[in-house]
């Protein structure tokens, strides 16, 4: 009896122990924490794991496009490819923080149903920092890589501002220069003739598309007649005059047409529509533009449609003259005219034996200042933009990169971005020594188009 109160004391104490709550939290939380630090560590390995991996695939991309043009140049022998993969990768390969070691191994077929190729395959193994707790103290990391070439052609339009602007700060001389040696670094691709093609299209106002093209079908003198002519009275020097005054007035010879053309009609003028005889509307507008006159000494240079001849393009491209305002959609329709089959370019027939691939090169100096009806930017790049629209709804995909070379004050071009075929292919070039970089960047890329898959 004498322990009873202590033992109820006793009983109470333990009973509102067992009741008690507050140190369940501090319990459930430590037996929580657990798997919730695995789960974070689990991200953090996981997404350490997904970039290097990102950065292994990026590596072995550029290994292979670069085995791809040392095979095909003659510059490795297939005995010579694993050694000189490993090399390549090592040397692209950033992230060697996570991945130390990568092993890359190589296969070359010499022919098959896409060409020749090369096959790489990287691996390598990532130690975690979190994960090894829950029993993964590694993780595999691998990706491959496939470059083909010899099934793949590759058509260019170099679609080049010819306007008075780009006699200023240098531009012309580093475009020309940019120009030839993209047609040095393309031609490079090309082991049989056709492999590789390209056309020169120089762009002011107007092209030039020859004077001695005046007898075609495919073009409109309507408005070149109605300038170019002479009265029955030689007081009257306009048609409209001379005709409202019921004189009789006789059109020049077109031989003394001098080769420009206009925009077509809309909304042809966003078409690579070919021309047809009965349709006015297909057909190309003579212009009388001064400078196309071959005694000018600011002569716009005619368009030279796709060629292999190397040398010949490039002294296209030596000849151009800076003259003119400013009218980019007619330079990227002839562009687009110039990859299009039948008249008035008239490009190769594709071998379907092959991938063909097309891509426009348009660079320019400024803001559109006009064309057939407007003299308002705004309203030369609403057509410009349907233009760009048709052109890249094509079923050969056409590729189009748009460079813009403003150094001065002008606003950056929306209808240049608008119409590259995405963000990585619109370049803007503040100094004109840049524009031989950004040619060569481009040439990367066209590179790939040609030679990898």
Not at 14 to 26: P, T, V
Not at 183 to 191: E, I, M, N, P, R
Not at 196 to 216: E, R, T
Request: proline share 3%.
């Amino acid at each position: 009896m004498f322990h009873l109160p202590v033992v109820r004391r006793i009983g109470r104490q333990l009973a509102r122990f067992a009741a008690a709550e507050q140190g369940n939290i501090a319990v459930i939380f430590a037996i929580a924490l657990v798997p919730v630090l695995g789960f974070v560590g689990a991200a953090v390995d996981y997404s350490r794991a997904v970039k290097a991996r990102t950065s292994m695939q990026a590596a072995l991309d550029s290994t292979a496009l670069m085995l791809s043009k040392d095979l095909s140049s003659g510059t490795i022998t297939t005995s010579q490819l694993s050694t000189k993969a490993q090399a390549y990768f090592n040397a692209l390969f950033t992230d060697t923080n996570t991945l130390p070691s990568v092993t890359v191994s190589a296969n070359y077929t010499a022919s098959s149903s896409m060409g020749s190729t090369v096959q790489l395959s990287g691996s390598g193994t990532y130690t975690t920092s979190f994960m090894k707790i829950a029993g993964f103290p590694t993780l595999d990391i691998g990706t491959s890589s496939t470059s083909a070439w010899g099934m793949v052609r590759l058509r260019v339009a170099l679609v080049l501002d010819n306007t008075g602007s780009m006699a200023q700060n240098g531009k012309m001389s580093a475009m020309q220069t940019a120009a030839k040696n993209l047609v040095d670094q393309l031609s490079a691709l090309a082991k049989n003739n056709g492999d590789v093609y390209i056309s020169i299209v120089p762009f002011a106002k107007d092209v030039n598309v020859g004077a001695s093209n005046y007898s075609k079908y495919w073009m409109d003198f309507s408005d070149w007649d109605a300038a170019n002519g002479s009265c029955s009275v030689t007081s009257y020097k306009s048609q409209s005059a001379c005709v409202n005054a019921g004189k009789t007035w006789t059109p020049a010879n077109h031989n003394t047409w001098t080769g420009c053309v206009v925009d077509r009609d809309q909304d042809y003028d966003t078409k690579n529509t070919t021309p047809t005889s009965g349709n006015v509307g297909t057909l190309f507008p003579a212009e009388q533009y001064s400078y196309c006159n071959t005694a000018n000494s600011a002569y716009l240079q005619p368009i030279m449609p796709l060629s292999y001849d190397w040398t010949s393009l490039k002294g296209r491209i030596d000849a151009m003259k800076p003259t003119g305002n400013t009218n980019q959609g007619l330079g990227l329709a002839w562009g687009w005219m110039t990859l299009s089959s039948g008249d008035p370019m008239n490009a190769p027939a594709k071998d379907t034996n092959y991938t063909n691939k097309d891509a426009i090169v348009l660079l320019s100096d400024g803001l559109n200042t006009q064309n057939r009806w407007y003299s308002n930017a705004s309203q030369i790049d609403a057509r410009q933009k349907k233009l760009c629209d048709n052109a890249k709804a094509q079923p050969n995909n056409i590729t189009i990169y748009t460079v813009q070379v403003n150094t001065g004050s002008d606003p950056t071009s929306s209808v240049l971005q608008y119409c590259a075929s995405g963000t990585d292919k619109f370049y803007l070039v503040t100094q004109a020594s840049q524009t031989v970089s950004v040619f060569k960047d481009i040439g990367t890329s066209l590179s790939k188009l040609r030679v990898a898959r």
